[in-house]
């Protein structure tokens, strides 16, 4: 299983990268099949009671960036 720590290691590198891709020219395409390629990872082993707190992360990376319709 995956740590909190881990978890949030993953978050910030998602975030620190979605402006270097913008930067490079990457469309919202580009943007929701790169942040799928994350999320897959990233619940990947996710014990339960860490779940939902994730969720709620990877939901407000996606409005924040307006990725995947958000």
């Given at each position: 299983m995956k740590t909190r720590s881990e978890l949030?290691?993953?978050i910030?590198?998602?975030e620190a990268s979605i402006p270097h891709w913008t930067e490079k020219g990457a469309d919202e395409v580009?943007?929701?099949m790169a942040f799928a390629?994350?999320?897959d990872d990233a619940f990947?082993?996710?014990a339960i009671?860490?779940?939902e707190?994730?969720?709620v992360k990877m939901f407000d990376i996606q409005a924040h960036y307006g990725i995947g319709g958000q």
């Open positions: 949030q290691l993953i910030n590198d998602l580009d943007l929701a390629d994350v999320a990947e082993n996710v009671e860490d779940y707190w994730l969720r």
